[in-house]
């Protein structure tokens, strides 16, 4: 059904942790996003690459740091994660900068 | 930036019935709206959109209307059935890398 996969699908983590979410889009697109989805709230963009490139930073936190190693593959590394940035992290990918194709997302709680 | 406004937050409709969401945004510059409709434990997926250059788009049961003077874009859905049941977001993005959602409406066909 999609081609971009998100691992792993759940993560509980502490303030103290480190972990890392991956992304993986399978449609030979060239552009790759993260987006938070909060209850209640619209999707928040955080990240976009571009060929590689972090074209996008949407005045997110330091805690929050993206690697995109190619144009396939899309990492979020997170650390001392505070109780509030408990969310659903989404992954995206396109060939064009419009018609997106999400990935099913990693629910994180931080504990 | 562009703000985007989703109304209602929630909608019940009888099987059979047609369902309306209606988006608003504020910036005249964005030019392409996506529809996505996300299943519980899913992604958000791409099921509609429409650019600025046409007033309507219609997918089977599914049809999209813009309205660039008012700045508003409504999704349609006539014959809703229960697998129609989830929550729908509309978008809006000036063809860059920046979009903007809205917050959601939740969608309950009842059978």
């Known amino acids: 059904e999609t081609g971009v996969t998100q691992t792993p699908r759940h993560l509980v983590m502490g303030m103290t942790n480190k972990k890392s979410l991956k992304c993986e889009q399978h449609l030979g697109h060239n552009a790759m996003y993260w987006y938070k989805q909060s209850a209640k709230k619209p999707l928040e963009l955080m990240f976009v690459y571009n060929f590689k490139e972090q074209t996008e930073n949407n005045s997110v936190p330091s805690r929050f740091s993206p690697e995109c190693p190619n144009s396939s593959h899309l990492f979020l590394h997170l650390h001392t994660l505070q109780p509030e940035d408990s969310a659903l992290y989404l992954c995206?990918?396109?060939?064009?900068?419009?018609?997106?194709?999400f990935g099913p997302g990693t629910r994180l709680t931080v504990t | 930036g562009e703000n985007v406004e989703q109304h209602p937050s929630t909608l019940s409709v009888q099987e059979g019935d047609s369902a309306v969401i209606k988006c608003t945004y504020s910036d005249s510059a964005s030019n392409y709206f996506p529809w996505y409709k996300q299943e519980l434990g899913k992604g958000p997926q791409l099921i509609i959109d429409?650019?600025?250059?046409?007033g309507e788009k219609k997918d089977q049961r599914i049809a999209v209307t813009l309205n660039k003077t008012a700045k508003h874009f409504s999704l349609h859905i006539t014959e809703t059935q229960p697998e129609d049941s989830a929550v729908y977001f509309c978008a809006a993005s000036d063809t860059g890398n920046q979009f903007y959602f809205g917050t959601g409406t939740s969608l309950t066909v009842i059978p």
């Open positions: 995206a990918s396109s060939q064009d900068p419009d018609e997106q194709y």
């Open positions: 429409i650019r600025s250059n046409v």
